[in-house]
C-alpha cells in the first residue's frame, strides 16, 4: 500500500452480516405471524420463497418512484395479501413493522467483523456506505462509525460516483484517500475503481472473478485488511 489512507468504508449486507439468512429468518416469521393472525391464510401455498419473489417484483416495479426500503417492503407486504385474497393496508404495516424488528435485532456479524473494527478504528475513519438499510445502531454495531451512507439518503445506488464521493465528503477524505470494502465486485470495487479509490474485494467463498473487473486487493476475511495498510 502505497497511498496515504485516512478512511474505511465498509459494505453492509454480506460483508459485515448475512442478509440473506437473516432476511429469510425474519420472513419465515413473518409468515408464521400472518398464520397466527389470520389462520385462513395458511391454505393458501404462500411460502417465504414466494414472498421474495412478490417483494423483488415490487421492487422492480417502484425503482426510481420510491427509495426508502422499508416503505418498499411494506408495498410488498400490501402486495403478498393481496395476493392471496386478504388485502388489508393495516395488517400489512403490522407485518412490516414486525419483520424490521427481526430483521435488525436478529442480524449475527460475522465472526471476524468486531475484531477488524477495533484494530482499524484505532487509525483510521471508518464507516458504512450501502445499498441496503442496515442501520449500525439497530445492528449490533453501536457508535462503530464515523459516517453513515445508504443509498435511499443519496438517490443514487453503488457504484454510482455520486455516493462515493458523498461518502468522502462526510469521511473528510480525497478519493484516493479512502479504502472500500465489499463483497460484489459490480457494486463496491466499480464504484471505488471509479472515483479512484482503493478497492478490496472481501470474498469470503473463494469465488472466481470472471467478471472483469479487477480489485486492488483481495481478501477472505476482514482481520486480513490491517495488513494490508501497514
Same mark, same amino acid.
Given at each position: 500500500?502505497?497511498?496515504? /489512507?485516512? !478512511? /474505511?468504508? *465498509?459494505?453492509?449486507?454480506?460483508?459485515?452480516?448475512? *442478509?440473506?439468512?437473516?432476511?429469510?429468518?425474519?420472513?419465515?416469521?413473518?409468515l408464521g405471524?400472518?398464520?397466527?393472525?389470520?389462520?385462513?391464510?395458511?391454505?393458501?401455498?404462500?411460502?417465504?420463497?414466494?414472498m421474495i419473489?412478490?417483494?423483488?417484483?415490487? =421492487?422492480?416495479?417502484?425503482?426510481?418512484?420510491?427509495?426508502?426500503?422499508?416503505?418498499?417492503?411494506?408495498?410488498?407486504?400490501?402486495?403478498?395479501?393481496?395476493?392471496?385474497?386478504?388485502?388489508?393496508? =393495516?395488517?400489512? !404495516?403490522?407485518?412490516?413493522?414486525?419483520?424490521?424488528?427481526?430483521?435488525?435485532?436478529?442480524?449475527?456479524?460475522?465472526?471476524?467483523? /468486531?475484531? =477488524?473494527?477495533?484494530?482499524?478504528?484505532?487509525?483510521?475513519?471508518?464507516?458504512?456506505?450501502?445499498?441496503?438499510?442496515?442501520?449500525?445502531?439497530?445492528?449490533?454495531?453501536?457508535?462503530?462509525?464515523?459516517?453513515?451512507? *445508504?443509498?435511499?439518503?443519496?438517490?443514487?445506488?453503488?457504484?454510482?460516483?455520486?455516493? *462515493?464521493? !458523498?461518502?468522502?465528503?462526510?469521511?473528510?477524505?480525497?478519493?484516493?484517500?479512502?479504502?472500500?470494502?465489499?463483497?460484489?465486485?459490480?457494486?463496491?470495487?466499480?464504484? !471505488?475503481?471509479?472515483?479512484? =479509490?482503493?478497492?478490496?474485494?472481501?470474498?469470503?467463498?473463494?469465488? /472466481?472473478?470472471?467478471?472483469?473487473?479487477?480489485?486492488?486487493?483481495?481478501?477472505?476475511?476482514?482481520?486480513?485488511?490491517?495488513?494490508?495498510?501497514?
Amino acid at each position: 500500500m502505497t497511498r496515504r /489512507i485516512k !478512511a /474505511i468504508s *465498509f459494505d453492509g449486507d454480506m460483508t459485515l452480516w448475512d *442478509f440473506n439468512k437473516v432476511m429469510r429468518h425474519s420472513l419465515s416469521l413473518t409468515l408464521g405471524e400472518l398464520h397466527r393472525k389470520v389462520p385462513g391464510i395458511s391454505d393458501s401455498g404462500l411460502t417465504v420463497d414466494r414472498m421474495i419473489e412478490i417483494r423483488n417484483t415490487v =421492487a422492480k416495479a417502484l425503482k426510481g418512484k420510491v427509495l426508502n426500503l422499508e416503505e418498499i417492503r411494506f408495498h410488498a407486504f400490501k402486495q403478498t395479501l393481496v395476493s392471496v385474497d386478504w388485502p388489508d393496508d =393495516a395488517l400489512a !404495516a403490522e407485518l412490516n413493522a414486525f419483520y424490521l424488528k427481526h430483521r435488525f435485532e436478529d442480524i449475527e456479524l460475522y465472526p471476524d467483523v /468486531i475484531p =477488524a473494527l477495533d484494530l482499524l478504528g484505532r487509525d483510521f475513519t471508518l464507516g458504512l456506505l450501502s445499498n441496503g438499510n442496515g442501520y449500525p445502531d439497530q445492528c449490533g454495531l453501536p457508535g462503530r462509525f464515523r459516517f453513515v451512507v *445508504f443509498s435511499q439518503d443519496i438517490g443514487v445506488e453503488k457504484p454510482g460516483e455520486e455516493i *462515493f464521493l !458523498a461518502t468522502c465528503k462526510l469521511a473528510g477524505c480525497d478519493p484516493d484517500e479512502l479504502m472500500h470494502i465489499g463483497d460484489s465486485l459490480e457494486s463496491d470495487v466499480a464504484g !471505488a475503481n471509479g472515483i479512484g =479509490a482503493v478497492s478490496v474485494w472481501l470474498n469470503r467463498d473463494g469465488k /472466481i472473478n470472471d467478471s472483469g473487473i479487477d480489485p486492488d486487493h483481495e481478501v477472505s476475511l476482514l482481520t486480513e485488511v490491517p495488513s494490508l495498510l501497514h
